[in-house]
């Protein structure tokens, strides 16, 4: 169903920012991407989204194409992240039909909460492979086209003046803060993430001289997300939000917001960075998670969801 633009997208950015513009998302049918995508196409960008599951990427394709007249957004399922020719083909196909890639965000992850005794080899190693094999795979296809987009709109080195053809050879990997101190439970995914972390910061650095810019969006908690609800039992909800320095879960559109600073010419100089949008949220250290730490590890009970359901594709 279309959304009202103040879920996805404040008030501040002029319509046509991306016009001519191509993002390629992975995860684009999860709640957080599907939003920074639906605010870029919002603003003149055409996108192409992938995913495992083919059914609703194609669905969140659709709605997000129903923010403008006129926007091209192509969904293909099918799409695993841990496979690089699978997802090699999505970036042609890309390419193909919509002419380049501007922009990427690397944002399929994989997560639930289990500890240490409770994580199989296989279920850690599934974690690593679809966030950090998935975002270096999406960084060695994508890479050749941001590298191509960056040549293409460089500030001028001598006016520091933008290109008039706009922004473009940027990159933004999804991560998270839970690795900042430490978090029970999940750590399988803060592994992953620091990994993640490291990867954009090379990027930054072994890219940058070619134009391109690389940088990390980490969210804290955001309302309304499979992740929260997933991670989050309800009861606890409440005393989460109390427990938040500005009061509040963050939502959809402040990561959205932050995409949109990276992507403009207001990122221009940002790169090599980790934009925490969480409220200072990992500042205050809860620590135990959505869990009752450290009674839950001395009961001896397992996670209701650790027996692993098989994703469905
Ligand atoms: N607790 C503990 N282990 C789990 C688990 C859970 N909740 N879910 C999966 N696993 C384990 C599986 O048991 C399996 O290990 P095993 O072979 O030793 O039994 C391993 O992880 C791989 O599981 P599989 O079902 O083959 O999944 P996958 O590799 O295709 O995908 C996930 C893994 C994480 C993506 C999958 O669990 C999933 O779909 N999660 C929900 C969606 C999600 O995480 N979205 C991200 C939003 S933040």
Not at 216 to 225: E, H, L, R
Not at 266 to 285: C, F, K, P
Request: glycine content about 10%; overall charge neutral.
């Amino acid at each position: 169903m279309p959304l009202p633009k103040s879920d996805y997208l404040s008030d501040t950015w002029k319509d046509g920012l991306f016009t001519n513009k191509v993002v390629f998302c992975t995860g684009g049918a999860g709640t957080i991407c599907s939003a920074q995508v639906r605010a870029l196409v919002h603003l003149g960008a055409d996108a192409f989204i992938v995913g495992r599951n083919v059914e609703k990427t194609e669905k969140v394709a659709k709605d997000i194409a129903t923010v403008r007249p006129g926007a091209r957004v192509i969904g293909l399922g099918a799409v695993d992240v841990r496979s690089f020719d699978s997802l090699n083909n999505a970036v042609v196909r890309c390419v193909k039909e919509l002419g380049a890639i501007d922009y990427v965000i690397a944002g399929a992850a994989g997560n639930f909460l289990a500890s240490i005794n409770q994580l199989s080899v296989n279920a850690f190693k599934s974690v690593m492979e679809i966030d950090v094999l998935g975002s270096y795979n999406t960084l060695k296809a994508t890479i050749p086209h941001l590298v191509e987009s960056a040549a293409k709109h460089r500030v001028d080195s001598d006016t520091l003046k933008p290109s008039p053809a706009g922004t473009g050879g940027r990159i933004i990997f999804v991560s998270a803060t839970l690795h900042y101190t430490g978090t029970p439970f999940q750590g399988h995914v803060a592994v992953a993430k620091a990994g993640i972390d490291a990867l954009s910061n090379t990027v930054a650095l072994e890219f940058g001289p070619l134009g391109v810019t690389s940088n990390v969006i980490a969210p804290g908690p955001i309302a309304s997300t499979e992740g929260l609800d997933r991670l989050l039992p309800t009861e606890q909800k409440e005393k989460v939000i109390k427990s938040q320095p500005l009061g509040r879960l963050g939502s959809v559109r402040d990561i959205a917001d932050a995409t949109v600073y990276l992507f403009a010419d207001t990122g221009s100089y940002v790169s090599g960075q980790i934009l925490v949008v969480d409220g200072a949220s990992w500042r205050i250290s809860s620590s135990a998670g959505s869990a009752n730490y450290p009674d839950f590890l001395i009961s001896g009970d397992t996670f209701q969801s650790v027996k692993g359901k098989k994703a469905k594709l």
